[in-house]
């Protein structure tokens, strides 16, 4: 059974970092895209950032861009979203998401999700 665990998230202050971790099980992780979505109270869910299979593809949504670094571990199934210089908007629940798909074709169509993890930004 493919299962998506996030976690990482909490309260930070602007300016400061967090890392997200996405722990991945039940699935051939190394053939899978894996993104990351965000989605604030009011507003839509939008796509972060997403990274191919084999670690070399990357893609990051222009309001993180700069920001935001996502890497991942194959030997562990996990990835990672380091994110940096935080600001408020920045807060929202953060999901990952898994498919077999090419990073950086767009952010819809993923089929497996985790259940999010808090990120606030707020001093």
């Known amino acids: 059974q493919l299962q998506l665990v996030e976690s990482g998230g909490g309260l930070v202050q602007p300016g400061g970092p967090l890392r997200l971790s996405c722990a991945a099980s039940?699935?051939?992780?190394?053939?899978?895209?894996i993104a990351w979505f965000r989605q604030a109270p009011g507003k839509e869910r939008e796509g972060v950032s997403c990274?191919?299979?084999?670690?070399?593809?990357?893609n990051y949504a222009d309001s993180v861009k700069g920001r935001f670094t996502i890497s991942r571990d194959n030997a562990k199934n996990t990835v990672y979203l380091q994110m940096s210089s935080l600001k408020p908007e920045d807060t929202a629940v953060y999901y990952c998401?898994?498919?077999?798909?090419?990073?950086?074709?767009?952010?819809?169509?993923?089929?497996?999700w985790g259940q999010g993890t808090q990120v606030t930004v707020s001093s």
């Open positions: 998401a898994a498919d077999v798909m090419l990073c950086g074709s767009g952010y819809n169509g993923y089929t497996y």
């Open positions: 039940g699935f051939s992780f190394t053939y899978y895209t």
């Open positions: 990274i191919g299979g084999n670690g070399r593809v990357t």
